[in-house]
């Protein structure tokens, strides 16, 4: 059974500090995909990595995929009160479709 | 566009009731996902559709779950005789087709009481 563990749980951070979540697993995976959830919502998809050892950057957010392609992680540079939210990860394996494995999803509050 | 739309957005029901959610996914889509979540929880798979086929309906908890797709869009996930441990929120999400992007509804909050 392949599973994603996502750390920290909680993050509690002051407006302009840097963070980062990771995202393990002792499974490879054929992607790795990252989503920003808020209260009442459906996850929304940030970014998809598929080479290991992969970078993206989206604005202060910066994705990076492991050489093996078995573990992510999410960094925020200078975090702003609008970053606040749920962040998931999701490997999708190459089982003919598109099946994501979810992580437990890092809550990050970010304070003026 | 629209998105995925679920409905209803809530659903409060008594143990033992069946209950009935529904997903309208993005028209064109032939792909379609039932995922649950538990408070503070991450999505968990429930079933895959490819058109009205669910090739991998691996994820359902037991038998009193099931789901159906009719004309390749609409799906509808049936909880039978449902329970306290299946209260989540039911998320429905759908891809233009096998391997894009999935994007998914609001979700519907189920409590079981």
């Known amino acids: 059974t392949q599973l994603l563990e996502q750390s920290p749980q909680f993050l509690s951070i002051q407006e302009g500090e840097n963070l980062t979540v990771y995202c393990n697993s002792s499974s490879v995976f054929s992607s790795l995909q990252w989503y920003r959830q808020e209260p009442g919502e459906g996850p929304v998809l940030l970014v998809t990595?598929?080479?290991?050892?992969e970078v993206k950057k989206l604005k202060r957010l910066t994705f990076q995929f492991g050489d093996a392609r078995k573990d992510s992680s999410l960094h925020i540079t200078a975090a702003q009160p609008g970053d606040t939210g749920l962040y998931l990860c999701a490997g999708g394996s190459a089982g003919g479709y598109n099946k994501l494995i979810f992580g437990a999803g890092t809550r990050l509050a970010v304070h003026p | 566009g629209a998105g995925v739309s679920q409905s209803p957005s809530n659903k409060v029901t008594e143990k033992g009731k069946d209950v009935e959610l529904r997903c309208d996914p993005i028209?064109?889509?032939?792909?379609l996902y039932w995922y649950r979540q538990s408070l503070g929880q991450g999505l968990e798979f429930l079933i895959y559709f490819q058109g009205n086929s669910a090739p991998d309906k691996s994820g359902l908890p037991s038998d009193r779950f099931s789901a159906e797709r009719t004309g390749g869009s609409v799906s509808t996930l049936t909880i039978q005789r449902t329970q306290q441990e299946d209260s989540a929120v039911y998320l429905c999400?759908?891809?233009?087709?096998?391997?894009?992007?999935?994007?998914f509804g609001p979700g519907t909050r189920l409590t079981v009481l």
């Open positions: 990595v598929v080479t290991g050892g």
């Open positions: 028209s064109g889509h032939t792909a």
């Open positions: 999400a759908s891809s233009l087709d096998t391997y894009n992007e999935q994007f």
